[in-house]
C-alpha cells in the first residue's frame, strides 16, 4: 500500500519543484530585460584604445525585445537583440 502513494507523490513533487524553478527563471530573465530598458537612449565613451564608441538602445516588437547597437568608428556596427 505505501508503494502505490509513494509513486505518485513523488512524480508530484517533482513536477512542482520543476514548475516552480521554471516560473523563477522567467521572473529573472524578465528582470533582466526591465535592466536593459531601462538604458534606452545612446550613450557615448571611448574603448580601452581610446577610440569613441556609441552604444544606443531601443525597446522594439511592442516591449518584448531591445535591440542593442555598438558602433566604433565608421566600420559597421553590432547589432544584438535581446528577446524573453
Known amino acids: 500500500m505505501t508503494r502505490s502513494i509513494c509513486a505518485p507523490l513523488t512524480l508530484a513533487i517533482i513536477v512542482l519543484l520543476a514548475s516552480s524553478s521554471a516560473a523563477a527563471q522567467s521572473n ?3 528582470a533582466g ?3 536593459l530598458k531601462s ?3 545612446t550613450w557615448q565613451g ?4 581610446g577610440k569613441p564608441v556609441i552604444v544606443s ?3 522594439i516588437s511592442g516591449g518584448t525585445a531591445v535591440i542593442e547597437t555598438i558602433k566604433e568608428g565608421a566600420g559597421p556596427g553590432m547589432v544584438t537583440i535581446y528577446h524573453i
Open 46 to 49: 571611448n574603448n580601452p584604445e
Open 33 to 35: 530585460l526591465e535592466r
Open 28 to 30: 529573472r530573465a524578465g
Open 39 to 41: 538604458l534606452v537612449g
Open 57 to 59: 538602445y531601443d525597446v
